[in-house]
């Protein structure tokens, strides 16, 4: 497909000091501030800068990026946006076009940018019944000294007042292949071969629900969430556990400004579109939505916030 990835989001949230705190504690390289507009900036092992973090009253996500391969990627999106007839406007140059989501009000920007490229980091061995691959050794796991640090922003996930208004924009417009749906809940998009990088989520209130940030493996959620936590039990959100529709073990936590961030591993990866049959889900799977784990607590569909975000919104 000719989109390939996240390039990185803007967050607006009243407290930024504490924020970037929180954003180094959780493995994100920070890479200074832009000199321009005084964001400040973080990285991935892998993604390079994909965070920017700056100052709004309330939290809200400003802006998400999406990689393309080549300028006739642009013109094509741009033709499909101009036949949707949305109420935004749309600008162009030979490197990227910038436009709004309509329902959302998130700028949007399509760039050129390189293929993420990803060293292969096998997973230490782990031992099975029959299967020996760690022999005469203790667990890999132990060799692990240095602090977590995510190899890529790998979702996004929007509370949408009209999903599918922005499922429209993102599949008809920009192109973004359909995975899943929850037909009225949630849609599952992706944007590269990653189950999904974008999920839309019905809520009352256009806002930010949740970032997540890939990690090697299950050794690497448990490692990262619990150096969060050692301090901070108050972060804790929902977790351990495995995705149902997606298939990823999660664990999430939440950051000062109340927006969860997850770190998950081992995702369903769709290489081609024509093996791969996209799942219609009613609203009671949903409520099953982690196959195994702790159950979905009440904070994960209505934020402690929702009241502020929507009192915010008028």
Known sequence: MPLH???????????????VGYYTEFGLTPLGTDPDTREHLFGTVDGGQQL????????QLLSLGIGVDDPDDLARIASSLKGLDIDADITTSDTQLST??????????ISVAPRLVQEATPTPGYNSPGIVERANHRAFWQDRTVG?????LG????????VEGSQRFYAEGLGLKISDTAPGLATFLRCSADHHNLLLQNAPVNFLHHTAWEVDDIDEIGRGAKAMLENHPERHVWGFGRHWVGS???YYLRDPAGNFTEYYSDMDEILDDQLWEPGVFN??????????????PPSMLAPDDLAELMAGSH
Do not use: C
């Open 148 to 152: 977590v640090r995510p190899r890529k």
């Open 100 to 109: 709004v989501e309509p329902v959302t009000k998130t700028a949007v920007t």
């Open 5 to 19: 990835r996240l390039t990185g989001i803007t967050i607006g949230v009243p407290n930024v000091d504490e924020t």
């Open 248 to 250: 990823n073990f999660f």
């Open 155 to 162: 979702h996004v996930v929007i509370g949408s007042a009209d």
């Open 52 to 59: 920017r973090i700056t100052h709004r009253p309330l939290r």
């Open 283 to 296: 609203i009671a799977d949903l409520t099953r939505i982690q196959d195994w784990g702790p159950s979905l």
